[in-house]
Each structure stands twice: as C-alpha cells, then as structure tokens.
C-alpha cells in the first residue's frame, strides 16, 4: 500500500520567508510525527499529533514553526520568518496508534538562502 | 534524560562476514528500542525493535538486534553481510513506558560492505 508521502521533495527559499511543508500519512494512521534531520545528525523529534490535536509540540525549536492536522489526516509545518540555521530534511512519520512503529516518508529537503 | 549513542561514524565489512553495529542508551524506567535504515535520497525504514520479551528481537533483511539490559546496549547483527546492506543505520529509543511516541536517534553509523 501507500506509504507517507510528503511534498515538496526539495524547498528552496531564502531568509525571511514562510514555507510551508505537507504530510500525508499512511491511510488509517492515527498518530503522526515530525523530525528535523540536519546534515551528519540523528533526526530529532519537533512534534507529535495524536488525531488533531498536538499531543506533544515539546521539540519545536521556537515559535516561528507551528504545525497543524485540521482533520486528523494531513498535516502541514508552518514555518515563519525562515533562517538559515533551518535549513534541513523535514521528515515525517505515521503509526497506526501511538504505541506502534512509527513508518517515515521521503521527506522535504529545506535550504534557506 | 535521555540518549543514544553510536560510538562509530564508520563500519566496513567484508561482504559475506558477520556485521555489527553498535548502540548504547540512556533513558529512564523500560526503554523501547528501534533500528532503521537509511538508504541515499530515501526515508527511514523500519528495521525491528525491542518493546518487551525475548532480548533477541529478528527483523527484516536477516538483521537481528541483542537487548542487554546490564550494558543498555542495543546492538545490530547479522550473521552474512551482502553489499546491498551499505547504508547509514540509527538506533532510536523511546522513553515513554507506555508507548512509543517521540524518537530520540543516534547521529547514525555508515556501513560500507566491501565486494
């Protein structure tokens, strides 16, 4: 079946900015996640939803990045006022309910100018 | 708090010899444990996990992964290497007792097999 799929693939923007980076997740999937993966690193957790509502937005790194899942399905990373230090794969990640494995898309390469 | 660590950037083997790859953790009460796979221009894939149960967990592609509590280390293994196994492979560890929610990853170990 389908698998989560994020767009765009490849965001080129520069300082100042707003982007905007989608989510699909795999279909049935209650709980989704987003990671941050800089260049040499582990990706590191910035959100989790459980249906609509942010069950744990501990990770984001300060207010200019917010997420949304309005109907539980998609989900969309909002990022205001872009630096150049946010430049990195945004990666995303499905699980049936929060307990299970979570499954990744191919994320969105971001590269602020 | 908690962490993962992978103390090598780098593994080469042979291909056809044993491999491993080496994790270590730190988190508070009865960690769940992962590995995934990264593959160049792609996402991670799931390899296994340990949640509860038997200390040696099998995954997928022949891989297997040791649970030692004492070391809290998480190893991955498998018995044959093939070249197609070259890739950059992530411990993760969830700390959460009651499910596995936020990741938290090692920085990753590359694993190159030599024809």
């Known amino acids: 079946g389908a698998g989560v799929s994020q767009t765009p693939s490849n965001k080129v923007t520069e300082k100042g900015k707003y982007v905007e980076l989608r989510c699909d997740p795999i279909?049935?999937?209650?709980?989704l996640y987003w990671y941050r993966q800089s260049l040499g690193q582990g990706p590191e957790f910035l959100i989790y939803?459980?249906?609509?509502?942010?069950?744990?937005d501990s990770g984001l790194p300060n207010d200019r990045f917010f997420a949304v899942r309005p109907e539980g399905s998609v989900s969309t990373l909002k990022i205001q006022r872009t630096e150049r230090g946010d430049s990195a794969v945004y990666l995303c990640?499905?699980?049936?309910?929060?307990?299970?494995?979570?499954?990744f898309g191919p994320g969105t390469r971001l590269t602020v100018l | 708090a908690q962490s993962v660590a992978q103390p090598e950037d780098q593994v080469n083997v042979a291909e056809g010899n044993p491999l491993t790859v080496k994790c270590t953790y730190s988190?508070?009460?009865?960690?769940?444990l992962f590995w995934y796979v990264q593959y160049p221009n792609r996402g991670l894939q799931f390899l296994l996990k340990?949640?509860?149960?038997?200390?040696l967990v099998k995954g997928s592609y022949g891989f297997e992964a040791e649970f030692n509590k004492s070391q809290t280390s998480f190893h991955l293994k498998k018995p044959s290497a093939l070249v197609s196994d070259s890739a950059l492979y992530f411990c993760?560890?969830?700390?959460?007792?009651?499910?596995?929610?936020?990741?938290?990853f090692g920085t990753g170990t590359r694993l190159t097999v030599i024809p």
């Open positions: 993760a560890v969830s700390p959460d007792q009651t499910g596995a929610n936020n990741l938290f």
């Open positions: 988190v508070s009460g009865n960690p769940y």
């Open positions: 279909s049935g999937h209650t709980a």
């Open positions: 990640a499905s699980s049936i309910l929060y307990t299970d494995t979570q499954y």
């Open positions: 340990y949640i509860t149960g038997d200390n």
């Open positions: 939803f459980q249906g609509t509502g942010a069950a744990d």
